[in-house]
């Protein structure tokens, strides 16, 4: 597979990404890559045509002449590379004033919904059965699956990402166990100090979650709808969903790296790392304003909300009245 007698086509078909986008990722992971044959240049190539197309180890082995165990441990070794080099730069919450107001305008010009900062959802990846406690990632749609849970803005970007928890668990319980929980409970992140005034409510920044989640002071739910929603209520649930759809719209765009809606044939470890790796490569396209190929989602099936609703259980009075107070505003 000769670089120079590829297209441009041929780049962004086979790699998600153009040919000027891929040496510049080169560039940024070269000094961090050491290979003694064939290159780095031909290394990546290799890995991210594996994550972009998810064929078998031993096709990507005829592709590029390298042989089955070598390609395994080539996209292992840059993947592992990509989140150590590009995690970190590419993937971090908006924490200064102005970022967080940024995010803020951003989502209210989608759909008039105020302070929000961001959303949030989970995603099952399909794997093999691990060899340790399988049943533990059998999910409610019944195959193995390991929840990457993620934090997107107005850009579709992922701004936080938890991965490698078993398919069994909630969303909520991935949630309530994750750093960016502790985060936003220690107002490290969505601080208080730009809360604004809505219809006499201290309102924080917030983020938005679906009915998986509970209602928190800083994390706003749909309205349960039981069939006797108020007028109010249904036009917060309509703007709610209006806003959140960024989240469902990264998922399907981090599509482009098909990894993470075919089945992982790795162990869980290694399959957290390839996911991880694919976001971030996700975020590096978006920053480079490459092109999305609606096409690239044929055969590529995202799992996503495929559990039950958090309960209502003992809302927070504050969490409602600034429910309440949003949805005062929106209506």
Not at 70 to 81: A, D, G, N, R
Request: charged share 25%.
């Amino acid at each position: 597979m000769a670089e120079d007698q590829w297209t441009e086509n041929d780049w962004v078909g086979n790699l998600r990404m153009s040919k000027v986008t891929f040496q510049k990722l080169c560039e940024e992971l070269a000094p961090f890559i050491e290979r003694r044959d064939n290159g780095r240049y031909h290394c990546a190539k290799c890995d991210n045509y594996r994550l972009a197309d998810t064929a078998s180890y031993r096709t990507v082995s005829n592709l590029f002449g390298v042989g089955k165990s070598t390609v395994c441990q080539i996209v292992l070794e840059i993947c592992t590379c990509i989140v150590e080099v590009l995690f970190k730069r590419l993937v971090h919450l908006p924490v200064t004033r102005q970022d967080i107001e940024t995010e803020v305008a951003a989502f209210f010009m989608r759909a008039g919904f105020p302070q929000v900062v961001g959303a949030i959802d989970g995603c099952h990846v399909a794997i093999l059965a691990p060899n340790e406690n399988p049943e533990d990632y059998v999910n409610r749609k019944g195959f193995y699956s390991i929840i990457l849970q993620g934090l997107v803005d107005s850009k579709y970007l992922f701004r936080d990402m938890y991965v490698g928890w078993p398919g069994k668990v909630h969303d909520s319980r991935v949630f309530k166990n994750s750093p960016l929980y502790y985060a936003c409970c220690a107002r490290t992140f969505l601080p208080m100090g730009l809360s604004k005034v809505i219809t006499n409510v201290v309102v924080p920044p917030v983020i938005l979650g679906d009915s998986a989640y509970g209602l928190t002071n800083w994390l706003m739910r749909p309205f349960t709808d039981r069939g006797n929603l108020t007028n109010e209520e249904v036009a917060f649930n309509i703007g709610h969903s209006k806003t959140r759809v960024v989240v469902e719209n990264a998922f399907g765009k981090s599509g482009r790296f098909r990894s993470l809606g075919k089945r992982l044939d790795q162990s869980v470890e290694n399959a957290t790392i390839t996911v991880t790796a694919s976001c971030v490569l996700h975020n590096y396209c978006e920053v480079m304003k490459e092109e999305f190929d609606e096409e690239w989602l044929e055969g590529v099936q995202l799992h996503l909300n495929i559990q039950p609703c958090d309960r209502e259980e003992k809302q927070d009075r504050e969490a409602a009245d600034i429910r309440n107070a949003l949805k005062s505003f929106i209506s």
